[in-house]
Nanobody, 124 residues
Framework: QVQLVESGGGLVQAGGSLRLSCAASGRTFSTDNMAWFRQAPGKEREFVAAISGWPLSRARYADSVKGRFTISKDNTKNTVHLDMNNLKPEDTAVYYC????????????????WGQGTQVTVSS
């Protein structure tokens, strides 16, 4: 199975930036679809961004983060990144990296492997 480990979370002031990283190990494939989700206390886990597997590597974003967040991947290093800019207090959540197989859905059920999450806190 694939193991996913997120890192890069922390405390940042509104308007600041953070880069989250997801390191994948185990049975990984360049064709895997990868995504970031987030979950705030008492709320449902929600889709943030995704990038499809090789060769297209097409990115898609939730409307709430378009223009502010960028997802990218480095197949040679088995890593996926989420660059977050102009952060807002409402971005505060635990961010999770996820892996899926064929298809490019944005529901939690479309992804079978998950990381442990990394906390992002945006202060006012």
């Amino acid at each position: 199975q694939v193991q996913l480990v997120e890192s890069g979370g922390g405390l940042v002031q509104a308007g600041g930036s953070l880069r989250l990283s997801c390191a994948a190990s185990g049975r990984t494939f360049s064709t895997d679809n990868m995504a970031w989700f987030r979950q705030a206390p008492g709320k449902e886990r929600e889709f943030v961004a995704a990038i499809s597997g090789w060769p297209l590597s097409r990115a898609r974003y939730a409307d709430s983060v378009k223009g502010r967040f960028t997802i990218s991947k480095d197949n040679t290093k088995n890593t996926v990144h989420l660059d977050m800019n102009n952060l807002k207090p409402e971005d505060t959540a635990v961010y999770y990296c996820a892996r899926g197989g064929p298809g490019f859905g944005t529901a939690t059920s479309d992804f079978g492997s998950w990381g442990q999450g990394t906390q992002v806190t945006v202060s006012s």
